[in-house]
């Protein structure tokens, strides 16, 4: 059983940063991606960021520039430092892992104020 768990949402004014956690326990591989996804009200949820074990990243283009998602591999913990805070970054960010199967977090609320 694999189990995420989230923190580090919250509320910040536009152009501020914050930086979320998720820690991955259980029955994991070395090699599974963990990446960051968000649900705004009223949308698709969207990938945000993505990286596997080597480092490698992938981001959708309306973070770039702005976020960045690393990993820390002995502490299975994958984190999206949000910086340049715009008011439609609002949403709920999942922490998801998969590698032979897909796992999500429960999410944390990110609002960014205008």
């Known amino acids: 059983q694999v189990q995420l768990v989230e923190s580090g949402g919250g509320v910040v004014q536009a152009g501020g940063s914050l930086r979320l956690s998720c820690a991955v326990s259980?029955?994991?591989?070395?090699?599974?991606?963990m990446d960051w996804y968000r649900q705004a009200p009223g949308k698709q949820r969207e990938l945000v960021a993505a990286i596997n074990r080597g480092g490698s990243t992938n981001y959708a283009d309306s973070v770039k520039g702005r976020f960045t998602i690393s990993r820390d591999n002995a502490k299975n913990t994958v984190y999206l430092q949000m910086s340049s805070l715009k008011a439609e970054d609002t949403a709920v960010y999942y922490c998801h892992y998969s590698y032979t199967s897909s796992h999500w977090g429960q999410g944390t609320q990110v609002t960014v104020s205008s």
């Open positions: 259980g029955s994991i591989s070395r090699f599974g991606i």
